[in-house]
């Protein structure tokens, strides 16, 4: 039997709580083992969706805390605050997410070989912050492609040709395989080019590939993964490898939706005023409820409807010594009567932009930082 296990991470955001949800229905199959990192400073909507997912899958979700919290026995955010001196976390020095998530994840998982389910969307360009360790390979389920970039540069590389053609030359023939082999020979062009570009690169020539078929490749991918250390390599078939889907953001919601588990509290519009227009907000994530990443009108949305967490957050802040959740401001000076009003102004700006645009999600405006946020908090 194979000792391989199959985990995935309930962040208290939609799409995970969405791919949970798919996994169990489409693939009863996978023994699936759930997980939570709490932080201990996520918002009661988040521990109700994951007790609401639990019910609907009828499984535990494992709650995971870093060892040293565990140990202290603190709350794991206060503890790491107190051992780094008062410094909160940022986007440049992001130890919260190492030390209450990733670390938890990759004690938890230990030496075992593992497939690690991302719920990324199809319409999402990121890959985000997971793990880097040999024995942990992750698969994004959501989306047409759904391998990890490390396996996609490895098996697009010039250098691999040869057994590429080989793998698609098993499984295909005459004209198809043709039109595959000029895709496969078009070299790709990485030299003075920047990460970004680089990345392009291997992403739209794999985007030809999946033209002509996302099972096919797929299943090319997998044979070929035979031949590394990855974790399916030692795999004779994988359930995954003839999922076409692609879902977007109105999928998810709709997956929520059908399933009764519902979109996490958080999401639903609420209504605001400002100069007489009314506008509507809501959080866009999951995640710590002082979390850096959020906006300014999240930021608002804690004050108005959590007024007790905001004052909570408010007490990590030093202003004296410069530590603050913003650069530019403390939540003190947010929450002055006139820049909230200015925060709303400039939210309903964009809003209405975005209307104009043909958006009908509020999120489509909240979102709009996603691919700088961190899919191991926010997915
Ligand atoms: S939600 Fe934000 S503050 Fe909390 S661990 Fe993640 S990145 Fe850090």
């Not at 391998?147 to 098996?155: G, I, N, S």
């Not at 005459?174 to 970004?196: A, C, H, Y």
Request: charged share 30%.
């Amino acid at each position: 039997m194979s000792e391989l296990k199959h985990l995935i991470g309930i962040s208290g955001g939609k799409d995970s709580a969405a791919l949970a949800i798919y996994l169990n229905n489409l693939y009863p199959q996978l023994d699936l083992i759930y997980y939570f990192c709490d932080t201990g400073k996520e918002l009661d909507e988040t521990y109700q969706l994951i007790e609401n997912i639990e019910i609907y899958l009828g499984k535990k979700i494992t709650h995971l805390k870093p060892e040293d919290a565990k140990k202290a026995d603190e709350n794991p955010f206060d503890y790491y605050y107190k051992a780094y001196r008062g410094y909160l976390p940022s986007s440049v020095a992001r130890w919260c997410t190492k030390q209450m998530k990733l670390d938890p994840f990759e004690n938890f998982v230990g030496n075992d070989s593992v497939v690690s389910y991302v719920g990324i969307r199809g319409d999402e360009d990121r890959e985000g912050y997971i793990s880097k360790k040999s024995n942990i390979q992750s698969i994004f389920p959501f989306r047409r492609n759904m391998w990890a970039e490390d396996v996609v540069r490895k098996l697009l590389a010039n250098s691999n040709r040869s057994n590429l053609l080989e793998i698609y030359a098993n499984q295909v023939s005459g004209k198809e395989l043709d039109r595959i082999v000029s895709i496969i020979n078009q070299d790709l062009v990485l030299e003075d080019r920047n990460p970004q570009q680089n990345r392009r690169a291997f992403l739209d020539k794999q985007n030809l590939l999946l033209d002509k078929g996302t099972a096919l490749y797929n299943h090319v991918t997998f044979d070929w993964l035979k031949s590394t250390d990855y974790p399916l390599a030692k795999e004779t078939d994988f359930p995954l490898l003839d999922n076409e889907d692609n879902l977007n953001r109105a999928d998810i919601f709709k997956l929520l939706e059908d399933s009764g588990v519902g979109v996490p509290e958080y999401y639903k519009k609420l209504e605001y005023e400002v100069d007489g227009e009314k506008g509507e907000y809501a959080r866009s994530r999951s995640g710590c409820y002082f979390c850096f990443f959020q906006q300014k009108i999240e930021w608002v949305w804690l004050y108005e409807q959590h007024p007790d967490l905001f004052v909570q957050a408010q007490k990590y802040e030093k202003i004296d010594e410069g530590f603050t959740w913003n650069q530019e401001e403390s939540l003190e000076d947010l929450i002055q009567r006139e820049r909230i009003a200015q925060i709303k102004r400039e939210h309903l700006k964009r809003a209405n932009r975005q209307k104009s645009k043909g958006s009908s999600y509020l999120i489509d405006i909240l979102d709009d930082t996603e691919g700088e946020s961190c899919i191991s908090c926010f997915v």
